[in-house]
């Protein structure tokens, strides 16, 4: 999953997270090709809890300085990401990382970055920019 400018939101701080945020997912698919995707899964999931909260309040932040319309659907569908997270975090503890869980990561890493950051990201930057 490469990032690409069609997915840019227009807001550099923001674009620079996603695209680590695809590089990451990058690596996991590509250590599941390889067949080392358990190995890589906890890593991934670590990585993500830590930095997508950050991210996250980054964005949050962002949204209300420039008086977002949106902000509390993004904090709600934020959290949500988060729950699902965790769930995920304790069945991959809980199972030693077997196979559906790395498929889980694998499907819930592709929804987000796909259908979040490409539809509901995208709407900061067009209303940032309408606005200008």
Do not use: C
Not at 16 to 28: G, I, N, S, T, Y
Not at 79 to 101: M, P
């Amino acid at each position: 999953m490469p990032w690409h400018p069609s997915l840019s939101v227009g807001i550099d701080l923001i674009d620079d997270q996603h695209k680590e945020l695809f590089r990451r997912a990058d690596m996991l698919f590509e250590a599941g090709r390889k067949g080392q995707a358990k190995e890589h899964v906890g890593e991934l999931l670590e990585f993500l809890d830590s930095y997508t909260k950050q991210h996250f309040k980054d964005e949050e932040e962002y949204m209300a300085s420039i008086g977002y319309p949106g902000l509390e659907e993004q904090k709600r569908a934020h959290a949500a990401f988060v729950r699902q997270l965790q769930e995920l975090r304790q069945k991959y503890d809980a199972s030693g990382g077997n196979l559906t869980v790395i498929i889980s990561a694998n499907q819930l890493v592709i929804n987000w970055l796909t259908k979040h950051v490409s539809n509901v990201d995208r709407k900061i930057g067009e209303f940032l920019h309408r606005g200008k």
